[in-house]
T-cell receptor
Framework: ETGVTQTPRHLVMGMTNKKSLKCEQHLGHNAMYWYKQSAKKPLELMFVYSLEERVENNSVPSRFSPECPNSSHLFLHLHTLQPEDSALYLC????????????FGPGTRLTVT | QQQVKQSPQSLIVQKGGISIINCAYENTAFDYFPWYQQFPGKGPALLIAIRPDVSEKKEGRFTISFNKSAKQFSLHIMDSQPGDSATYFCAASNRGDYKLSFGAGTTVTVRA
């Protein structure tokens, strides 16, 4: 595997389910990010981890819970989501500090029913 | 408040033509301006980037023009090809800040 990988690629979940998204980066980077991409809107930064510490939490609802156990792995735990949370969730990584060049994974297409 | 405004929302160009996408920003602390290319079903991929100490950067058929006084920058795709059909995002950030502020994206369709 190379670059940034995300699993699963597609996820359908009910509003009462609990699921997790996984991201893994193979670039030796120290910072990882979660973004939300909705149609016709700019990418929304959700969370940033640098050296495994959360450095940014962009007013994201508590039904989204990130976890970064090491510099190569990032999770997004989901529970009691709403239909408006349906979107493409993208993971990215960069070399800290600065984070200029961010490299994205292919995303997880999430549908909340 | 959207920090980077991008236009147009979409454009159609004939094969061999020039595609031009424009972005404007307000934050004068921004010092890094990348462009990302995204194909359907894929994540955004870094295409080309510029810093404000130069007015133009060219990589193959892709050129960024930067106007610091006007706080504007643009992407030119020369000799557009059907394989260039994608959504393009401009972005901006400042040194030491992890955040990239993205434009809303431009969907480019190149007709053969």
């Amino acid at each position: 595997e190379t670059g940034v990988t995300q699993t699963p690629r597609h996820l359908v979940m009910g509003m009462t389910n609990k699921k997790s998204l996984k991201c893994e980066q193979h670039l030796g980077h120290n910072a990882m990010y979660w973004y939300k991409q909705s149609a016709k809107k700019p990418l929304e930064l959700m969370f940033v981890y640098s050296l495994e510490e959360r450095v940014e939490n962009n007013s994201v609802p508590s039904r989204f819970s990130p976890e970064c156990p090491n510099s190569s792995h990032l999770f997004l735990h989901l529970h009691t989501l709403q239909p408006e949370d349906s979107a493409l969730y993208l993971c990215a990584s960069s070399q800290a500090p600065g984070g200029y060049e961010q490299y994205f994974g292919p995303g997880t297409r999430l549908t909340v029913t | 408040q959207q920090q980077v405004k991008q236009s147009p929302q979409s454009l159609i160009v004939q094969k061999g033509g020039i595609s031009i996408i424009n972005c404007a920003y307000e934050n004068t602390a921004f010092d890094y301006f990348p462009w990302y290319q995204q194909f359907p079903g894929k994540g955004p991929a870094l295409l080309i980037a510029i810093r404000p100490d130069v007015s133009e950067k060219k990589e193959g058929r892709f050129t960024i023009s930067f106007n610091k006084s006007a706080k504007q920058f643009s992407l030119h795709i020369m000799d557009s090809q059907p394989g260039d059909s994608a959504t393009y995002f401009c972005a901006a950030s400042n040194r030491g800040d992890y955040k990239l502020s993205f434009g809303a994206g431009t969907t480019v369709t190149v007709r053969a």
